[in-house]
């Protein structure tokens, strides 16, 4: 057992928590969309087709927002294939996924899915195949009241009123060679710079996003941040981040692996540092937000057939990613890093949501179930309200060769003024010892009642849920917190993700 601390105070506050933090990913790739949140055929399918339970399931993720139609689809699709009667609907090759997409579900079925839901759509134009102009009319046709052509065929198509889409991507990993139409930073830079400037005139109400690079690690990463925002600074809201965690086989450790909490705060913060050299370059007081709006644990569905398989099939098996406990709490501790950064990090979505490397997996004609990373966003969807706390941490550490000392604990704090309610999100990154942890929330009421107090933690750090053993890794209650006035008192097992939730009446 070694103690840390972690000590926040009401009067050092660093942001309010944008609630888009905890928004998801639905591209038209492998089952993510077909035979995935809509299998027509199933028990639970509503009158769309789109599957009841996973709706269920994706309420209780908490899921606040929802990114559409790609990802790398989006550098391929017609708009327009998507809406008017699915019987004239055209069959299209994917190049994006060697699939065959059908164009049975666009952009009104989608948007019924949100409703249904609940949660926000987040749309992507394509600037692969396409450019402004599409881009635009897409726009019009969506959230243009009427009197015009295309928004005419919207009320036609049976939407009267306004989709009312406010958040657009500006396409989709322009940097990467793997993409349809790939772009040069300039050429990206510019065309994003028209299109942002088309699509405002279109509907002034609506945020855009630019693509930043498609990884940290892109040779280009930095260069293309800087060139891209020479042309589109004024232009867009915000920059876009993507990052995928892997394990490479030359250094496979779960210490490193934990590692890239760092890594991605890196990423973040040196992303921050270019947008606001930019903006000085400019002499403008204007300060870009960031959307990372891909991220998950992905490595092991990502090579041969997980990628590409051969026929054209529809709906294939792809990136159909099993998660184990080990990828939850890393999971959890990159959620406290994005808190701990929510001054700039306003927007992010958990790469994908149903099946696609996914906290929900599926079965045709079957179950649906949680997948272990599902718990740790499931948590902090419902319990990180409000404004989000500077954290001081002690803590002892380990060595990376990276990053240096890390310390084992990892943590954040989003305080609710208006419920009086605290919760704290802590990952204890040892291995194999117990941490005695004192939580200190100065100001914010001494009389505390403990709402909540949950771990993930379990012998086997490579269990997984599957569709036989669906709850095998599962939140279970956190015993033995002590509270003493505005102190608090819990010991996490090695290994193991904590969230604890306590209120008090405020003055
Ligand atoms: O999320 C899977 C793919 O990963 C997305 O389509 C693409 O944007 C990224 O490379």
Redesign the pocket.
């Known amino acids: 057992m070694f103690k840390a601390s972690l000590t926040v105070d009401r009067d050092f506050p660093l942001a309010p928590l944008d609630r888009r933090l905890f928004g998801v ?1 639905v ?1 038209h ?1 492998g089952r993510g969309v077909y035979d995935g949140i809509h299998e027509p055929g199933h028990p639970t399918a509503d009158a769309l087709g789109f599957r009841q339970d996973v709706m269920a399931l994706t309420r209780e993720l908490g899921a606040t927002l929802v990114r559409y139609p ?4 989006m550098s391929g699709y017609n708009w327009e294939d998507g809406v008017g009667p699915l019987a004239e609907r055209p069959r299209r090759l994917d190049l ?1 996924w060697f699939s065959t997409e059908t164009n049975q579900v666009g952009t009104h079925e989608f948007m019924h899915w949100c409703r249904a839901v609940g949660i926000t759509p987040m749309f992507g134009v394509n600037l692969g195949t396409r450019g402004p102009d599409e881009a635009r009319h897409y726009l019009e046709y969506c959230n243009h009241p009427g009197g015009t052509a295309l928004s005419d065929l919207r009320r036609q198509h049976g939407a009267e009123n306004p989709l009312g889409v406010k958040f657009w991507c500006l396409g ?2 322009m940097d ?1 060679p ?1 993409q349809i139409c790939q772009k040069t930073p300039d050429e990206y830079g510019r065309i994003a710079k028209e299109t942002a400037k088309l699509m405002r005139w279109v509907d002034p109400s609506i945020e855009l996003a630019a693509c930043g690079s ?1 990884a940290y690690d892109m040779p280009t990463y930095g260069h293309w941040e800087d060139r891209v925002l020479e042309h589109c600074f004024e232009q867009v809201d915000y920059l876009s981040l ?1 990052s ?1 965690f892997v394990k490479p086989p030359a250094d496979d450790s779960t210490e490193s692996f934990f590692a890239q909490i760092e890594t991605n705060a890196r990423y973040i913060e040196d992303t921050v540092a270019i947008c606001d050299a930019v903006a000085t370059r400019k002499r403008s007081a204007k300060r870009l937000m960031l959307s990372f709006d ?1 991220w998950n644990v ?1 490595y092991r569905a990502r090579h041969g057939e997980h990628l590409r398989q051969a026929g054209w099939p529809v709906a294939p098996r792809l ?1 159909e990613e099993v998660y184990t406990l080990e990828d939850a709490l890393l999971i959890g501790g990159m959620l406290t890093m994005f808190m701990n950064h929510a001054d700039r990090l306003k927007v992010a979505c958990m ?2 949501l149903c099946n ?2 996914a906290p929900i997996m599926t079965e045709p004609g079957g179950p649906a179930w949680r997948q272990t990373i599902f718990h740790p966003f499931a948590q902090a969807a419902r319990w990180a309200r409000g404004e989000v706390l500077r954290s001081v941490l002690r803590s002892p550490g380990y060595a990376h060769a990276r990053h240096g000392e890390l310390p084992y604990l990892c943590a954040s704090v989003v305080d609710d003024a208006a419920t009086g309610r605290t919760a704290v999100f802590v990952l204890n990154r040892h291995l194999t010892d117990a941490m005695d942890l004192t939580i200190t929330l100065r100001g914010l009421g001494g009389e505390r009642r403990l709402v909540a107090a949950e771990q993930l933690h379990g012998p086997d750090l490579h269990a997984s849920n599957t569709r036989a053993a669906p709850d095998r890794v599962a939140p279970i209650p956190l015993d033995g917190v002590c509270i003493d006035g505005e102190q608090l008192r819990a010991t996490l097992p090695p290994a193991s993700w904590a969230v604890l939730v306590t209120e008090s009446p405020r003055a």
Not at 70 to 73: K, S
């Open positions: 990913f591209e790739l790609g990802g790398n689809f994006a989709n990993e990467g793997w498609s993507h995928y891909e992905w990136l790469a994908q696609v490397i």
